[in-house]
Protein backbone atom coordinates (compact mmCIF):
# COMPACT_ATOMS: atom_id res chain seq x y z
CA UNK A 1 0.00 0.00 0.00
CA UNK A 2 2.37 2.75 1.19
CA UNK A 3 4.96 1.29 -1.53
CA UNK A 4 2.22 1.75 -4.44
CA UNK A 5 1.56 5.09 -2.41
CA UNK A 6 5.13 6.47 -3.38
CA UNK A 7 5.32 4.88 -7.13
CA UNK A 8 1.55 7.00 -7.93
CA UNK A 9 1.89 10.19 -5.49
CA UNK A 10 6.06 10.62 -5.65
CA UNK A 11 5.90 11.31 -9.62
CA UNK A 12 2.87 13.83 -9.06
CA UNK A 13 4.69 15.49 -6.55
CA UNK A 14 7.97 15.72 -8.23
CA UNK A 15 6.14 17.02 -11.59
CA UNK A 16 4.23 19.77 -9.88
CA UNK A 17 7.11 20.85 -8.29
CA UNK A 18 9.11 21.25 -11.07
CA UNK A 19 6.39 22.83 -13.14
CA UNK A 20 6.23 25.19 -10.08
CA UNK A 21 10.21 25.86 -9.95
CA UNK A 22 9.89 26.47 -13.97
CA UNK A 23 7.19 28.74 -13.22
CA UNK A 24 8.91 30.62 -10.42
CA UNK A 25 12.33 30.85 -12.77
CA UNK A 26 10.96 31.92 -15.74
CA UNK A 27 9.24 34.36 -14.17
CA UNK A 28 12.60 35.58 -11.70
CA UNK A 29 14.63 35.58 -15.52
CA UNK A 30 12.15 37.96 -16.97
CA UNK A 31 12.66 40.13 -14.26
CA UNK A 32 16.30 39.83 -15.03
CA UNK A 33 15.76 40.35 -18.67
CA UNK A 34 13.61 43.24 -17.79
CA UNK A 35 16.14 45.23 -15.85
CA UNK A 36 19.12 44.12 -17.98
CA UNK A 37 16.74 45.39 -21.04
CA UNK A 38 16.23 49.10 -18.48
CA UNK A 39 19.77 49.08 -18.16
CA UNK A 40 20.87 48.37 -22.04
CA UNK A 41 18.85 51.40 -22.77
CA UNK A 42 19.88 53.69 -20.37
CA UNK A 43 23.68 52.68 -21.45
CA UNK A 44 22.56 53.21 -24.90
CA UNK A 45 20.66 56.79 -24.30
CA UNK A 46 23.91 58.14 -21.94
CA UNK A 47 26.52 56.74 -24.95
CA UNK A 48 24.09 58.66 -27.53
CA UNK A 49 24.13 62.15 -25.30
CA UNK A 50 28.26 61.89 -24.75
CA UNK A 51 28.60 60.89 -28.31
CA UNK A 52 26.53 64.30 -29.39
CA UNK A 53 28.57 65.90 -26.47
CA UNK A 54 31.73 65.32 -28.01
CA UNK A 55 30.87 65.80 -31.44
CA UNK A 56 29.20 69.69 -30.39
CA UNK A 57 32.61 70.43 -28.80
CA UNK A 58 34.41 69.34 -31.78
CA UNK A 59 32.04 70.82 -33.93
CA UNK A 60 34.31 73.25 -36.62
CA UNK A 61 32.83 76.41 -36.20
CA UNK A 62 32.69 76.20 -32.52
CA UNK A 63 36.61 75.28 -32.63
CA UNK A 64 37.05 78.19 -35.48
CA UNK A 65 35.25 81.00 -32.67
CA UNK A 66 37.74 79.47 -30.24
CA UNK A 67 40.64 79.91 -31.97
CA UNK A 68 39.88 83.82 -33.31
CA UNK A 69 39.22 84.40 -29.71
CA UNK A 70 42.32 83.58 -28.36
CA UNK A 71 43.89 85.32 -31.52
CA UNK A 72 45.39 82.16 -32.86
CA UNK A 73 46.30 81.80 -36.68
CA UNK A 74 46.49 79.67 -39.04
CA UNK A 75 50.59 78.37 -39.38
CA UNK A 76 52.29 79.03 -42.17
CA UNK A 77 53.06 76.38 -44.71
CA UNK A 78 57.03 76.34 -44.05
CA UNK A 79 56.64 76.05 -40.46
CA UNK A 80 54.52 72.82 -39.90
CA UNK A 81 56.86 69.60 -39.06
CA UNK A 82 55.42 66.40 -39.52
CA UNK A 83 56.79 64.06 -37.69
CA UNK A 84 56.30 60.16 -38.36
CA UNK B 1 -30.04 13.47 29.68
CA UNK B 2 -32.57 12.95 27.00
CA UNK B 3 -33.55 16.53 26.63
CA UNK B 4 -29.96 17.46 27.00
CA UNK B 5 -29.04 15.08 23.83
CA UNK B 6 -31.66 16.78 21.68
CA UNK B 7 -30.45 20.09 22.34
CA UNK B 8 -27.36 19.00 21.47
CA UNK B 9 -28.41 18.00 18.46
CA UNK B 10 -30.53 21.19 17.38
CA UNK B 11 -27.18 22.99 18.28
CA UNK B 12 -24.92 21.27 16.06
CA UNK B 13 -27.48 20.66 13.07
CA UNK B 14 -27.96 24.64 14.22
CA UNK B 15 -23.78 25.04 13.38
CA UNK B 16 -24.24 22.94 10.46
CA UNK B 17 -26.96 25.06 8.61
CA UNK B 18 -24.86 27.86 9.23
CA UNK B 19 -21.95 26.86 8.10
CA UNK B 20 -23.82 25.89 4.94
CA UNK B 21 -25.99 28.94 4.55
CA UNK B 22 -22.64 30.37 4.58
CA UNK B 23 -20.83 28.14 2.01
CA UNK B 24 -24.25 28.46 0.28
CA UNK B 25 -24.31 32.41 -0.10
CA UNK B 26 -20.60 31.79 -1.16
CA UNK B 27 -21.70 29.52 -3.69
CA UNK B 28 -23.99 31.97 -5.33
CA UNK B 29 -21.68 34.34 -5.04
CA UNK B 30 -18.09 32.31 -6.77
CA UNK B 31 -21.33 31.58 -9.73
CA UNK B 32 -22.67 35.29 -9.57
CA UNK B 33 -19.29 36.66 -10.31
CA UNK B 34 -18.06 33.64 -12.50
CA UNK B 35 -20.74 33.76 -14.56
CA UNK B 36 -22.48 37.03 -14.73
CA UNK B 37 -19.59 39.41 -13.80
CA UNK B 38 -16.58 37.60 -15.50
CA UNK B 39 -16.53 39.83 -18.66
CA UNK B 40 -16.77 43.07 -16.36
CA UNK B 41 -13.70 41.79 -13.99
CA UNK B 42 -11.49 40.20 -17.17
CA UNK B 43 -11.84 43.83 -18.58
CA UNK B 44 -10.80 45.69 -15.45
CA UNK B 45 -7.79 43.03 -14.85
CA UNK B 46 -6.89 43.53 -18.60
CA UNK B 47 -7.19 47.11 -18.32
CA UNK B 48 -4.86 46.58 -15.21
CA UNK B 49 -2.31 44.42 -15.64
CA UNK B 50 -1.95 44.77 -19.54
CA UNK B 51 -0.53 47.61 -21.29
CA UNK B 52 0.43 48.25 -24.81
CA UNK B 53 2.99 51.26 -25.67
CA UNK B 54 4.10 52.42 -29.20
CA UNK B 55 7.59 52.71 -29.37
CA UNK B 56 8.71 54.83 -31.77
CA UNK B 57 12.35 54.18 -32.69
CA UNK B 58 15.39 55.94 -32.60
CA UNK B 59 16.11 58.06 -35.68
CA UNK B 60 18.95 57.14 -37.66
CA UNK B 61 22.01 59.67 -37.45
CA UNK B 62 23.16 61.28 -40.53
CA UNK B 63 27.31 61.52 -40.56
CA UNK B 64 29.04 62.89 -43.19
CA UNK B 65 31.68 61.08 -45.44
CA UNK B 66 34.20 60.06 -42.66
CA UNK B 67 31.81 59.48 -40.14
CA UNK B 68 31.58 62.41 -38.18
CA UNK B 69 27.73 63.19 -36.91
CA UNK B 70 25.81 65.89 -38.67
CA UNK B 71 22.62 64.88 -37.25
CA UNK B 72 21.50 62.47 -34.25
CA UNK B 73 19.06 61.83 -32.03
CA UNK B 74 18.74 61.63 -28.65
CA UNK B 75 16.20 60.29 -25.96
CA UNK B 76 14.74 62.80 -23.95
CA UNK B 77 11.74 63.14 -21.37
CA UNK B 78 8.31 65.25 -20.82
CA UNK B 79 7.47 65.17 -17.38
CA UNK B 80 4.12 64.89 -16.13
CA UNK B 81 1.60 65.17 -13.48
CA UNK B 82 -1.16 63.20 -12.70
CA UNK B 83 -3.08 65.30 -9.97
CA UNK B 84 -5.54 62.08 -9.02
CA UNK B 85 -2.36 59.98 -7.82
CA UNK B 86 -0.28 62.59 -6.24
CA UNK B 87 -0.63 61.85 -2.62
CA UNK B 88 1.92 64.85 -1.68
CA UNK B 89 1.81 67.59 -3.57
CA UNK B 90 4.60 70.03 -1.92
CA UNK B 91 6.75 67.38 -1.51
CA UNK B 92 6.25 66.71 -5.54
CA UNK B 93 7.19 70.17 -5.98
CA UNK B 94 9.98 70.29 -4.27
CA UNK B 95 11.58 67.17 -5.95
CA UNK B 96 11.04 68.92 -9.15
CA UNK B 97 12.30 72.17 -8.07
CA UNK B 98 15.43 70.26 -6.95
CA UNK B 99 15.95 69.52 -10.35
CA UNK B 100 15.61 72.11 -11.78
CA UNK B 101 11.56 72.19 -13.01
CA UNK B 102 9.33 74.62 -11.61
CA UNK B 103 5.78 74.04 -10.76
CA UNK B 104 3.64 77.64 -10.85
CA UNK B 105 0.03 76.16 -8.99
CA UNK B 106 -0.11 76.98 -5.58
CA UNK B 107 -2.56 73.82 -4.80
CA UNK B 108 -3.19 70.45 -6.46
CA UNK B 109 -6.70 71.53 -7.38
CA UNK B 110 -5.19 74.01 -9.59
CA UNK B 111 -4.25 71.44 -11.83
CA UNK B 112 -7.04 71.10 -12.90
CA UNK B 113 -9.49 67.60 -13.67
CA UNK B 114 -7.32 66.15 -15.57
CA UNK B 115 -4.54 62.96 -15.48
CA UNK B 116 -2.00 64.48 -17.56
CA UNK B 117 -0.49 67.88 -17.13
CA UNK B 118 3.05 67.98 -18.90
CA UNK B 119 5.17 70.30 -16.37
CA UNK B 120 8.33 69.67 -17.80
CA UNK B 121 10.15 68.44 -21.88
CA UNK B 122 13.15 67.77 -23.41
CA UNK B 123 14.77 66.83 -19.88
CA UNK B 124 17.90 64.43 -19.49
CA UNK B 125 17.77 61.02 -18.44
CA UNK B 126 20.32 61.63 -15.62
CA UNK B 127 17.59 63.56 -14.07
CA UNK B 128 14.41 62.06 -14.99
CA UNK B 129 16.69 59.09 -12.98
CA UNK B 130 17.18 61.22 -10.14
CA UNK B 131 13.20 62.22 -9.67
CA UNK B 132 12.42 58.34 -9.88
CA UNK B 133 14.55 57.54 -7.48
CA UNK B 134 12.71 59.43 -5.24
CA UNK B 135 9.58 57.24 -6.06
CA UNK B 136 7.29 59.65 -5.54
CA UNK B 137 3.78 58.56 -6.94
CA UNK B 138 2.11 60.73 -9.48
CA UNK B 139 4.73 61.52 -11.75
CA UNK B 140 4.61 60.24 -15.08
CA UNK B 141 7.30 60.00 -17.59
CA UNK B 142 7.02 59.80 -21.64
CA UNK B 143 10.00 59.38 -23.35
CA UNK B 144 10.84 61.18 -27.18
CA UNK B 145 13.71 61.48 -29.08
CA UNK B 146 14.45 64.70 -30.11
CA UNK B 147 16.98 65.59 -33.05
CA UNK B 148 20.25 67.45 -32.77
CA UNK B 149 22.52 69.15 -35.13
CA UNK B 150 26.13 69.28 -33.85
CA UNK B 151 27.77 71.21 -36.10
CA UNK B 152 24.87 74.02 -35.82
CA UNK B 153 24.47 75.73 -38.98
CA UNK B 154 26.58 73.61 -41.03
CA UNK B 155 25.29 72.12 -44.01
CA UNK B 156 21.37 73.08 -42.38
CA UNK B 157 20.30 73.06 -46.22
CA UNK B 158 21.25 69.72 -46.94
CA UNK B 159 20.34 68.02 -43.30
CA UNK B 160 17.19 69.76 -43.89
CA UNK B 161 14.56 69.77 -40.90
CA UNK B 162 11.86 67.38 -38.92
CA UNK B 163 8.82 68.21 -37.42
CA UNK B 164 8.36 67.59 -33.73
CA UNK B 165 6.80 64.47 -34.40
CA UNK B 166 10.07 63.49 -35.93
CA UNK B 167 8.68 63.44 -39.77
CA UNK B 168 11.82 64.84 -42.33
CA UNK B 169 10.19 68.18 -43.90
CA UNK B 170 13.25 69.35 -45.82
CA UNK B 171 16.77 68.08 -47.22
CA UNK B 172 18.51 64.96 -46.66
CA UNK B 173 15.56 64.46 -43.41
CA UNK B 174 13.14 64.60 -46.01
CA UNK B 175 14.04 62.41 -48.70
CA UNK B 176 15.49 59.56 -46.72
CA UNK B 177 12.59 59.86 -44.33
CA UNK B 178 11.97 56.08 -44.91
CA UNK B 179 15.46 55.16 -44.03
CA UNK B 180 16.09 57.21 -41.22
CA UNK B 181 12.71 56.58 -38.95
CA UNK B 182 12.65 52.86 -38.91
CA UNK B 183 9.32 50.96 -37.97
CA UNK B 184 7.53 51.97 -35.08
CA UNK B 185 6.14 48.91 -33.43
CA UNK B 186 3.58 48.46 -30.86
CA UNK B 187 4.44 46.63 -28.01
CA UNK B 188 2.44 44.65 -25.38
CA UNK B 189 3.92 44.64 -21.49
CA UNK B 190 2.38 43.29 -18.63
CA UNK B 191 2.19 44.98 -15.30
CA UNK B 192 2.94 42.35 -11.88
CA UNK B 193 1.04 43.25 -8.54
CA UNK B 194 3.47 46.01 -7.79
CA UNK B 195 2.92 47.88 -11.37
CA UNK B 196 6.37 46.72 -12.35
CA UNK B 197 6.42 46.27 -16.10
CA UNK B 198 7.38 42.58 -17.42
CA UNK B 199 7.29 42.48 -21.21
CA UNK B 200 6.07 39.69 -23.17
CA UNK B 201 8.29 40.08 -25.80
CA UNK B 202 11.85 41.30 -26.10
CA UNK B 203 12.22 43.75 -29.30
CA UNK B 204 14.94 43.85 -30.79
CA UNK B 205 15.95 48.20 -31.02
CA UNK B 206 18.47 47.38 -33.74
CA UNK B 207 15.94 45.80 -35.97
CA UNK B 208 12.99 48.13 -35.48
CA UNK B 209 15.43 51.89 -35.29
CA UNK B 210 16.14 54.29 -38.20
CA UNK B 211 19.64 53.44 -40.70
CA UNK B 212 22.18 55.73 -40.62
CA UNK B 213 22.66 57.47 -43.77
CA UNK B 214 26.28 58.52 -44.79
CA UNK B 215 26.45 61.42 -46.97
CA UNK B 216 29.36 62.46 -50.08
CA UNK B 217 29.73 65.75 -48.32
CA UNK B 218 33.17 65.99 -46.28
CA UNK B 219 32.58 68.47 -43.25
CA UNK B 220 36.10 70.23 -43.17
CA UNK B 221 35.59 71.08 -46.73
CA UNK B 222 31.96 71.99 -46.14
CA UNK B 223 33.32 74.11 -43.68
CA UNK B 224 36.03 75.75 -45.69
CA UNK B 225 33.29 76.61 -48.73
CA UNK B 226 31.12 77.85 -45.63
CA UNK B 227 33.18 80.05 -43.81
CA UNK B 228 34.86 81.39 -47.31
CA UNK B 229 31.36 82.30 -48.44
CA UNK B 230 30.01 84.04 -45.82
CA UNK B 231 32.80 86.45 -45.54
CA UNK B 232 32.57 87.37 -49.18
CA UNK B 233 28.42 86.91 -48.31
CA UNK B 234 28.49 90.01 -45.50
CA UNK B 235 32.06 92.07 -47.45
CA UNK B 236 29.43 92.37 -50.42
CA UNK B 237 26.12 92.58 -49.00
CA UNK B 238 24.77 89.83 -51.44
CA UNK B 239 21.10 88.88 -51.41
CA UNK B 240 22.48 85.31 -51.86
CA UNK B 241 25.49 83.54 -52.47
CA UNK B 242 26.01 79.62 -52.86
CA UNK B 243 29.06 77.45 -53.07
CA UNK B 244 29.07 73.91 -54.58
CA UNK B 245 32.36 71.58 -54.65
CA UNK B 246 31.82 68.56 -56.69
CA UNK B 247 34.61 65.54 -57.35
CA UNK B 248 34.00 65.67 -60.99
CA UNK B 249 35.47 62.00 -61.46
CA UNK B 250 32.04 60.79 -59.53
CA UNK B 251 29.95 63.35 -59.79
CA UNK B 252 29.79 63.24 -55.60
CA UNK B 253 29.29 66.77 -53.91
CA UNK B 254 31.91 67.57 -51.83
CA UNK B 255 30.26 70.65 -50.02
CA UNK B 256 27.04 72.66 -50.98
CA UNK B 257 26.51 75.61 -48.96
CA UNK B 258 24.02 78.33 -49.84
CA UNK B 259 23.08 81.75 -47.44
CA UNK B 260 21.46 82.94 -46.32
CA UNK B 261 21.19 79.57 -44.27
CA UNK B 262 19.54 78.65 -40.90
CA UNK B 263 20.20 76.48 -37.86
CA UNK B 264 18.04 73.34 -37.72
CA UNK B 265 18.67 73.06 -33.54
CA UNK B 266 16.69 76.51 -33.20
CA UNK B 267 13.25 77.64 -34.44
CA UNK B 268 13.06 78.68 -37.53
CA UNK B 269 11.36 82.47 -38.09
CA UNK B 270 12.12 82.44 -41.54
CA UNK B 271 10.66 80.37 -43.82
CA UNK B 272 12.23 81.68 -46.78
CA UNK B 273 16.13 80.50 -45.26
CA UNK B 274 15.03 77.38 -45.81
CA UNK B 275 14.86 77.35 -49.39
CA UNK B 276 18.67 76.12 -50.75
CA UNK B 277 19.17 78.22 -53.91
CA UNK B 278 21.92 75.44 -54.85
CA UNK B 279 19.62 73.77 -56.28
CA UNK B 280 16.24 75.51 -56.13
CA UNK B 281 16.94 79.26 -57.57
CA UNK B 282 17.62 79.70 -61.03
CA UNK B 283 19.82 82.63 -62.26
CA UNK B 284 21.56 83.09 -65.74
CA UNK B 285 24.75 82.02 -66.09
CA UNK B 286 25.96 84.78 -68.02
CA UNK B 287 29.81 83.60 -69.30
CA UNK B 288 30.55 80.69 -67.27
CA UNK B 289 28.31 79.67 -70.30
CA UNK B 290 30.53 80.10 -72.48
CA UNK B 291 32.36 77.09 -72.30
CA UNK B 292 29.04 75.41 -73.78
CA UNK B 293 29.16 77.27 -76.89
CA UNK B 294 32.68 76.43 -77.62
CA UNK B 295 32.58 73.17 -76.81
CA UNK B 296 29.67 72.90 -78.74
CA UNK B 297 30.76 74.32 -81.81
CA UNK B 298 34.51 72.34 -81.34
CA UNK B 299 32.95 69.40 -81.31
CA UNK B 300 30.72 69.68 -83.77
CA UNK B 301 33.58 70.78 -86.01
CA UNK B 302 31.77 73.79 -86.95
CA UNK B 303 35.13 75.90 -85.29
CA UNK B 304 38.80 75.38 -84.87
CA UNK B 305 41.16 76.36 -82.17
CA UNK B 306 43.29 78.31 -85.02
CA UNK B 307 39.85 80.13 -86.24
CA UNK B 308 40.23 84.12 -85.88
CA UNK B 309 37.13 86.13 -85.24
CA UNK B 310 36.94 89.99 -85.64
CA UNK B 311 35.10 91.52 -82.74
CA UNK B 312 33.38 94.30 -84.43
CA UNK B 313 35.40 96.79 -81.97
CA UNK B 314 33.26 95.89 -79.02
CA UNK B 315 29.69 96.37 -80.40
CA UNK B 316 27.66 93.88 -82.79
CA UNK B 317 24.16 94.60 -83.36
CA UNK B 318 21.37 92.26 -84.31
CA UNK B 319 18.00 92.32 -84.89
CA UNK B 320 18.00 96.07 -83.76
CA UNK B 321 19.76 94.82 -80.53
CA UNK B 322 23.68 96.19 -79.65
CA UNK B 323 25.36 93.26 -78.01
CA UNK B 324 28.93 94.50 -76.17
CA UNK B 325 31.92 93.18 -74.62
CA UNK B 326 32.57 94.32 -71.61
CA UNK B 327 35.99 94.95 -72.17
CA UNK B 328 36.95 96.40 -75.73
CA UNK B 329 38.84 94.35 -77.87
CA UNK B 330 39.97 95.68 -81.37
CA UNK B 331 40.79 93.79 -84.71
CA UNK B 332 40.38 90.54 -84.60
CA UNK B 333 41.04 87.41 -82.04
CA UNK B 334 41.45 83.32 -81.92
CA UNK B 335 38.88 81.54 -80.72
CA UNK B 336 41.45 80.71 -77.59
CA UNK B 337 41.68 84.72 -76.73
CA UNK B 338 38.46 85.72 -77.36
CA UNK B 339 37.34 82.92 -74.22
CA UNK B 340 40.13 84.20 -72.26
CA UNK B 341 38.81 88.04 -72.75
CA UNK B 342 35.46 86.68 -72.36
CA UNK B 343 34.09 88.00 -75.59
CA UNK B 344 30.43 88.22 -75.50
CA UNK B 345 30.89 89.22 -79.68
CA UNK B 346 33.16 86.26 -79.99
CA UNK B 347 30.99 83.67 -78.91
CA UNK B 348 28.03 85.26 -80.54
CA UNK B 349 29.88 84.78 -83.77
CA UNK B 350 31.03 80.93 -82.73
CA UNK B 351 27.58 79.99 -81.93
CA UNK B 352 26.05 81.74 -84.99
CA UNK B 353 28.32 79.20 -86.75
CA UNK B 354 27.07 76.26 -84.84
CA UNK B 355 23.22 76.87 -85.39
CA UNK B 356 19.96 77.18 -83.28
CA UNK B 357 19.39 73.35 -83.41
CA UNK B 358 22.99 71.98 -82.91
CA UNK B 359 23.71 74.54 -79.87
CA UNK B 360 20.15 73.55 -78.45
CA UNK B 361 20.78 69.90 -78.87
CA UNK B 362 24.25 70.89 -76.39
CA UNK B 363 22.71 72.86 -74.26
CA UNK B 364 20.43 69.59 -73.50
CA UNK B 365 23.42 67.40 -73.55
CA UNK B 366 25.30 69.46 -70.93
CA UNK B 367 22.54 69.20 -68.73
CA UNK B 368 20.44 71.84 -68.66
CA UNK B 369 17.05 72.14 -68.92
CA UNK B 370 17.06 68.71 -67.36
CA UNK B 371 16.84 67.73 -63.35
CA UNK B 372 20.31 66.58 -62.67
CA UNK B 373 18.20 63.83 -60.28
CA UNK B 374 20.48 64.83 -57.24
CA UNK B 375 18.68 63.39 -54.41
CA UNK B 376 17.88 66.14 -52.54
CA UNK B 377 13.95 67.62 -52.72
CA UNK B 378 13.06 70.78 -54.55
CA UNK B 379 15.39 70.86 -57.58
CA UNK B 380 14.23 72.97 -60.10
CA UNK B 381 14.15 72.36 -63.98
CA UNK B 382 15.68 75.82 -65.37
CA UNK B 383 14.60 77.95 -67.76
CA UNK B 384 15.36 77.64 -71.61
CA UNK B 385 12.77 78.52 -74.96
CA UNK B 386 11.44 75.54 -77.39
CA UNK B 387 14.04 75.91 -80.29
CA UNK B 388 11.58 76.46 -82.27
CA UNK B 389 10.34 79.72 -80.56
CA UNK B 390 13.87 81.25 -80.55
CA UNK B 391 13.71 84.54 -82.52
CA UNK B 392 16.94 86.27 -84.02
CA UNK B 393 18.31 87.16 -80.42
CA UNK B 394 17.90 83.97 -78.44
CA UNK B 395 20.48 82.09 -80.33
CA UNK B 396 23.32 85.37 -79.71
CA UNK B 397 22.18 86.13 -76.03
CA UNK B 398 22.25 81.91 -74.76
CA UNK B 399 25.81 81.90 -76.62
CA UNK B 400 26.87 84.47 -73.25
CA UNK B 401 24.73 83.18 -70.90
CA UNK B 402 21.96 85.09 -70.71
CA UNK B 403 18.28 84.69 -71.72
CA UNK B 404 18.55 80.86 -70.21
CA UNK B 405 18.21 80.28 -66.61
CA UNK B 406 20.21 77.31 -65.10
CA UNK B 407 19.93 76.11 -61.28
CA UNK B 408 23.98 76.23 -59.52
CA UNK B 409 24.49 72.51 -59.82
CA UNK B 410 23.42 72.16 -63.57
CA UNK B 411 26.33 74.78 -64.15
CA UNK B 412 28.90 73.02 -62.02
CA UNK B 413 27.83 69.82 -63.73
CA UNK B 414 28.42 70.94 -66.53
CA UNK B 415 32.08 72.06 -65.70
CA UNK B 416 32.47 68.48 -64.39
CA UNK B 417 31.86 66.88 -67.56
CA UNK B 418 34.47 69.00 -69.04
CA UNK B 419 36.36 67.84 -66.44
CA UNK B 420 35.53 64.16 -66.21
CA UNK B 421 36.86 64.34 -69.87
CA UNK B 422 33.25 64.86 -71.22
CA UNK B 423 31.35 62.54 -69.63
CA UNK B 424 28.78 63.68 -67.79
CA UNK B 425 27.86 62.00 -64.61
CA UNK B 426 25.30 61.92 -62.14
CA UNK B 427 25.61 64.02 -59.18
CA UNK B 428 24.60 62.95 -55.47
CA UNK B 429 25.11 63.78 -51.83
CA UNK B 430 24.95 59.90 -50.18
CA UNK B 431 27.25 57.74 -50.37
CA UNK B 432 25.25 54.77 -48.39
CA UNK B 433 22.62 53.74 -45.91
CA UNK B 434 23.38 50.96 -43.23
CA UNK B 435 21.92 49.57 -40.03
CA UNK B 436 22.47 51.73 -36.83
CA UNK B 437 25.06 49.51 -34.94
CA UNK B 438 25.46 46.86 -37.94
CA UNK B 439 27.43 46.84 -40.79
CA UNK B 440 24.66 45.62 -42.95
CA UNK B 441 24.36 48.13 -46.22
CA UNK B 442 21.31 48.67 -47.58
CA UNK B 443 22.28 50.62 -50.11
CA UNK B 444 24.87 51.99 -51.26
CA UNK B 445 25.64 54.94 -54.01
CA UNK B 446 27.28 54.15 -57.36
CA UNK B 447 28.44 56.69 -59.80
CA UNK B 448 26.30 56.89 -62.65
CA UNK B 449 27.14 57.93 -65.96
CA UNK B 450 24.68 59.85 -67.64
CA UNK B 451 26.17 60.52 -71.06
CA UNK B 452 29.16 61.58 -73.43
CA UNK B 453 28.63 65.08 -73.99
CA UNK B 454 31.94 65.88 -75.91
CA UNK B 455 35.06 63.71 -76.58
CA UNK B 456 38.25 63.74 -74.83
CA UNK B 457 40.02 65.70 -77.55
CA UNK B 458 37.52 68.54 -77.12
CA UNK B 459 37.53 67.94 -73.27
CA UNK B 460 40.86 68.68 -73.01
CA UNK B 461 41.09 71.79 -75.58
CA UNK B 462 37.93 73.30 -73.22
CA UNK B 463 40.17 72.68 -70.30
CA UNK B 464 43.39 74.42 -71.80
CA UNK B 465 41.45 77.76 -72.53
CA UNK B 466 40.04 77.40 -69.33
CA UNK B 467 43.33 77.28 -67.69
CA UNK B 468 44.17 80.37 -70.08
CA UNK B 469 41.61 82.06 -68.77
CA UNK B 470 43.24 81.96 -64.92
CA UNK B 471 47.14 82.31 -66.52
CA UNK B 472 46.35 85.62 -68.36
CA UNK B 473 42.92 86.04 -68.94
CA UNK B 474 39.54 87.55 -67.08
CA UNK B 475 40.24 84.91 -64.27
CA UNK B 476 43.99 86.12 -62.84
CA UNK B 477 42.23 86.45 -59.26
CA UNK B 478 41.80 82.25 -59.43
CA UNK B 479 45.07 81.28 -59.39
CA UNK B 480 46.35 79.59 -56.14
CA UNK B 481 49.59 78.66 -54.89
CA UNK B 482 51.46 75.37 -56.21
CA UNK B 483 48.91 74.53 -58.45
CA UNK B 484 47.48 75.17 -62.38
CA UNK B 485 43.14 76.38 -62.22
CA UNK B 486 41.14 76.02 -64.95
CA UNK B 487 38.23 78.14 -64.94
CA UNK B 488 35.79 81.09 -66.03
CA UNK B 489 34.02 84.02 -64.88
CA UNK B 490 30.50 84.84 -65.31
CA UNK B 491 29.11 88.59 -64.57
CA UNK B 492 25.46 88.23 -65.92
CA UNK B 493 23.00 91.43 -65.28
CA UNK B 494 19.51 90.10 -63.38
CA UNK B 495 16.50 91.60 -65.16
CA UNK B 496 14.69 93.98 -63.18
CA UNK B 497 11.07 92.73 -62.14
CA UNK B 498 10.02 96.45 -62.22
CA UNK B 499 11.38 97.65 -65.43
CA UNK B 500 10.87 94.33 -66.97
CA UNK B 501 14.23 94.65 -68.87
CA UNK B 502 18.22 93.77 -67.32
CA UNK B 503 19.18 95.98 -64.91
CA UNK B 504 22.28 98.03 -64.49
CA UNK B 505 22.60 97.45 -60.89
CA UNK B 506 22.21 94.18 -60.47
CA UNK B 507 24.44 91.52 -61.11
CA UNK B 508 25.16 87.81 -60.05
CA UNK B 509 28.79 86.74 -60.29
CA UNK B 510 29.99 83.83 -60.41
CA UNK B 511 33.01 81.94 -60.76
CA UNK B 512 33.22 78.16 -62.08
CA UNK B 513 37.09 76.48 -61.65
CA UNK B 514 38.90 73.28 -61.59
CA UNK B 515 42.06 72.19 -59.97
CA UNK B 516 44.67 70.87 -61.35
CA UNK B 517 43.48 72.31 -64.72
CA UNK B 518 44.15 69.40 -66.63
CA UNK B 519 43.31 66.46 -64.44
CA UNK B 520 41.12 68.17 -62.58
CA UNK B 521 40.49 66.63 -58.58
CA UNK B 522 37.84 68.91 -57.64
CA UNK B 523 35.39 71.20 -59.36
CA UNK B 524 34.33 74.21 -57.63
CA UNK B 525 31.13 77.06 -58.38
CA UNK B 526 31.04 80.29 -56.31
CA UNK B 527 28.26 82.51 -57.08
CA UNK B 528 27.49 85.95 -54.93
CA UNK B 529 24.09 87.39 -56.13
CA UNK B 530 23.63 91.01 -56.05
CA UNK B 531 26.99 91.93 -54.89
CA UNK B 532 26.56 95.81 -53.29
CA UNK B 533 30.02 97.50 -53.21
CA UNK B 534 32.47 99.23 -55.64
CA UNK B 535 33.07 95.87 -58.38
CA UNK B 536 30.27 93.87 -59.49
CA UNK B 537 32.51 91.89 -61.66
CA UNK B 538 33.14 88.31 -61.22
CA UNK B 539 36.48 88.69 -61.29
CA UNK B 540 36.90 90.87 -58.26
CA UNK B 541 34.02 89.27 -56.52
CA UNK B 542 33.55 85.96 -57.29
CA UNK B 543 37.17 84.30 -58.28
CA UNK B 544 38.91 85.51 -55.04
CA UNK B 545 36.67 83.48 -52.96
CA UNK B 546 37.24 80.37 -55.41
CA UNK B 547 40.41 81.18 -54.87
CA UNK B 548 41.02 81.07 -50.95
CA UNK B 549 38.59 77.76 -51.11
CA UNK B 550 40.18 76.11 -53.85
CA UNK B 551 43.93 76.41 -52.02
CA UNK B 552 42.75 75.06 -48.20
CA UNK B 553 40.56 72.17 -50.10
CA UNK B 554 43.88 71.31 -52.45
CA UNK B 555 46.02 71.65 -48.86
CA UNK B 556 43.54 69.07 -47.07
CA UNK B 557 42.88 66.19 -49.56
CA UNK B 558 46.99 66.56 -49.90
CA UNK B 559 46.38 66.99 -54.12
CA UNK B 560 50.05 66.58 -55.55
CA UNK B 561 50.86 70.10 -56.60
CA UNK B 562 51.68 70.31 -60.48
CA UNK B 563 52.47 74.19 -61.05
CA UNK B 564 56.23 73.77 -61.24
CA UNK B 565 56.77 77.74 -61.30
CA UNK B 566 54.81 78.03 -57.83
CA UNK B 567 56.18 75.04 -55.98
Known amino acids: MRKSFFVVIMPIIVSVFVYLWQQNTSVRLAYKVSTLQADYDKINAENDFLRLKINSMLALEKMHKIAQGKNLERPDEKSIVCID | ?567
Open chain 2, 1 to 567: MKINNKNMIDRKTLLVLVVLSVFFVLFVKLVYVQIFLHEKINHVVEKMVNREDLEIPKRGDITDAKGKILATSIKKCTIFLDPKAIEDFNEVKEVLFENGIKIFQKNLTDLGNTSYVPVAFSVDVDIVDKIKDKKLKGIGFKNKYTRYYPEGRLLSHILGITDNEGKGLEGIEKIYNEFLSGNSIITKMHRDGRGRIIQNKIVDQSKICGQNVELSIDRTIQFIAEQELRTAFEKYKAKKAICIVQNPKTGCILAMVSLPDFDSSVKIKNVGALRNSAISDIFEPGSTFKIVTVAAALEKGKVKLSDVFYLENGKLKIAGHTIKDDHKIEGSVSLGKAMELSSNIGMVKIAQRLGNEDFYEYIRKFGFYSLTGIDLPGEARGLLMDVKKWNALTLPNIAFGQGIGVNALQMINAFSAIANDGVLKKPFVVNKIEKLDTVTETFQSKETKIRTVVSVETAQIIKKLLKNVVDSGTGKRAKIKGYTVGGKTGTAQKVDPSLKTYSTKYYVASFCGMVPAMNPEFVVLVIIDEPMGASYYSSSVAAPVFANIAQKIAKYLDIEKDDVNQI
